[in-house]
């Protein structure tokens, strides 16, 4: 009887295991395949912003012309002598 018992909870063990490897294998599964659309939607989106950005367009606000690419210097530090009032 207690042959037969063990032997049960071995084999009901076994199918759990099994069914747990399965299972994770899934999640595993799923999670590498909704990388790789995210990535591949992600990229999409880069190449069609960066298209549009060649052509010389802002997507957001439609059909503009690109801003000029020079590099603009920080303006000059200017010092905090004056006062609050003067400020509003």
Request: proline share 5%.
């Amino acid at each position: 009887m207690l042959h037969t018992i063990a032997a049960l909870v071995i084999d009901l063990a076994a199918i759990v295991a099994g069914l747990g490897g399965v299972a994770c294998f899934v999640y595993l599964l799923s999670l590498v395949l909704w990388e790789r659309h995210q990535e591949r939607t992600f990229l999409n989106d880069y190449r069609y912003e960066n298209a549009a950005r060649r052509a010389g367009y802002a997507i957001e606000l439609g059909p503009e012309p690109a801003r000029s690419q020079t590099v603009r210097a920080p303006a000059p530090y200017t010092s905090s002598s004056g006062s609050i009032q003067h400020h509003a």
